[in-house]
């Protein structure tokens, strides 16, 4: 049985946003789910231009976990755009996460 989850600092963010292809209809096309702390993780290093060791000590995570994070994070956004999936951010950890 795989342990339970660090206790992870994330921006609250309630239900879930999915972002799609125009023009496809959500029911004819494969979803990719990003967990809220691959997009955490991706918001603080590629959107506020952080680097892996400031985004670690912001979420409270190793800076070897945000790396991997990252990579997970962007291949799914990635193969979502190659082959015109959903992306699904949603909130997995609503009783853990806490507004920065």
């Not at 918001?43 to 912001?58: F, M, P, T, V, W």
């Not at 800076?63 to 959903?86: C, E, N, P």
Request: hydrophobic share 35%.
């Amino acid at each position: 049985m795989p342990r339970l989850k660090k206790k992870r600092c994330c921006r609250a963010f309630n239900g879930e946003k999915i972002f799609k292809p125009v023009g496809i209809k959500m029911c004819e096309m494969d979803s990719v789910q990003i967990e809220l702390d691959e997009f955490e993780a991706i918001r603080l290093c590629d959107y506020e231009g952080k680097n892996q060791i400031e985004a670690s000590e912001s979420i409270g995570l190793s800076r070897g976990t945000i790396q991997r994070l990252l990579q997970s994070g962007r291949k799914k956004i990635l193969d979502a755009l190659l082959y015109d999936k959903a992306i699904v951010i949603k909130n997995n950890f609503e009783n853990i996460s806490e507004e920065k």
